[in-house]
Nanobody
């Protein structure tokens, strides 16, 4: 079983930056994929970014060039550095991990990010 604890959300002005963190705990040694998703009010949850244990990353087109995902495998932690934030980035951001390729994703409880104009 995987437990995920997110931190780093908050209120920021447009153009500002925030860094989200998510630490995973449980009985496992390697995490195949770690990522961030977000859900804005009235919208479906969407991919923000993912990073695999092999080092490959994937970003939503809307955040490419502004957000950076990184992992600390020893600490079982994934980060999301968010720069040049826009009001449309306002959402609840969820951490997600997939221990093995093809297995079910585990989700955090989410952290609110609010970007004011």
């Amino acid at each position: 079983q995987v437990q995920l604890v997110e931190s780093g959300g908050g209120l920021v002005q447009a153009g500002g930056s925030l860094r989200l963190s998510c630490k995973a705990s449980g009985i496992f040694f390697v995490i195949n994929s770690m990522g961030w998703y977000r859900q804005a009010p009235g919208k479906q949850r969407e991919l923000v970014a993912t990073a695999t244990s092999a080092g490959s990353t994937n970003y939503a087109a809307s955040v490419k060039g502004r957000f950076t995902i990184s992992r600390d495998n020893a600490q079982k932690t994934v980060y999301l550095q968010m720069n040049s934030l826009k009001p449309e980035d306002t959402a609840v951001y969820y951490c997600a991990v997939q221990i093995r390729s093809g297995s079910t994703w585990s989700w955090g409880r989410g952290t609110q990010v609010t970007v004011s104009a």
